[in-house]
């Protein structure tokens, strides 16, 4: 009714019932009654501290809720202030319930289906898209650039983010359960979406054309571009990396380029030498390349 807005957390299971705390929003509510007030979860249930502290502490920063006139928060949200944190137990089964029930198709079909058009018509409203999705992505990307320049924040938060990231990367893209379904099915629509015309005539040209624009900029060469060779050629020329990931890399793609479904689908026979070859030999030695062309 009022605009005003309170960022809040809570342990409730009915989450849609919490209508928030603190003295600035108590009165407020006091004064135009609880019935105007609209619950909204824009997150997952966290179970670990340091996660939902640093998501708390994050999202309190980029919205300003402290010093905005949108909000009520007199303090910073920290996700840990107030409330009561359950035992692992008890957190283990609660997220194993939560599980259940987001995997369950009825809840799939009825409230998770009505959450998702409540997102999805506000998202995609146009006046919403240019007046306060605009805002709020440019808040959002304008303090996330703010943190992640932060030299205090990368050498601690963001070192250790990148590291944890990166470990889960891994162990996913070593499962061996993972990249014979969900790793080879992300490839085969990788490639077939790469390989429709309709998309290289549009989605595809289009990248081509920023990619290009952005790499002949010289204000991008001189900075962004400059950079990012000379930290990529630090790490590959690094023992470390060769023995790892390096290493790594070059068995999986050996193991992909080698293998018969990925040729059959990749390779390319030239219509002058009647010759197959893999797609980089094909672009730079045939087709109109080819010594029969004529």
């Known amino acids: 009714m009022t605009g005003l807005r309170y960022f809040g957390k809570s342990i409730r299971k009915d989450i849609e019932k919490y209508k928030g705390s603190g003295t600035r929003w108590y009165n407020h509510i006091g004064k135009h009654g609880r019935k105007h007030v609209v619950t909204e979860w824009i997150s997952d249930w966290f179970y670990d501290k340091e996660e939902i502290q640093s998501f708390a502490i994050s999202f309190s920063e980029i919205f300003d809720i402290v010093e905005s006139g949108e909000w009520a928060n007199l303090i910073v949200e920290n996700g840990l202030d107030g409330g009561y944190i359950l035992p692992e137990e008890r957190r283990k089964e609660v997220g194993k319930k939560i599980s259940d029930a987001q995997n369950n198709p009825e809840w799939v079909a009825t409230v998770g289906k009505e959450k998702a058009r409540k997102i999805s018509n506000t998202q ?55 990249v014979a379904t969900t790793g080879r099915e992300a490839s085969n629509k990788r490639v077939e979406t790469y390989n429709d015309p309709e998309w290289k ?54 193991e992909t380029m080698n293998d018969p479904e990925w040729i059959k689908k990749n390779h390319k026979t030239c219509e002058y030498c009647n ?16 010594k029969l062309f004529k």
């Open 124 to 178: 995609n409203d146009l006046e919403w898209k240019e007046t306060t999705g605009k805002e709020k992505t440019r808040k959002i990307v304008d303090k996330n650039k703010e943190i992640m320049n932060n030299p205090e924040w990368k050498a601690t938060i963001g070192k250790e983010s990148r590291r944890k990231a990166a470990k889960k990367t891994s162990e996913t893209m070593n499962d061996l359960e993972w």
């Open 201 to 254: 005539a549009t989605v595809g040209e289009q990248r081509r054309k920023n990619r290009s624009n952005t790499v002949n900029d010289p204000g991008w060469l001189d900075t962004i571009g400059k950079s990012g060779v000379e930290k990529m050629s630090k790490t590959k020329n690094s023992q470390e990396w060769k023995e790892s990931t390096g290493k790594e890399s070059f068995r999986k793609r050996a």
């Open 275 to 290: 010759k197959t070859f893999s797609p980089s030999n094909y672009t730079q030695w045939h087709g109109s390349k080819c």
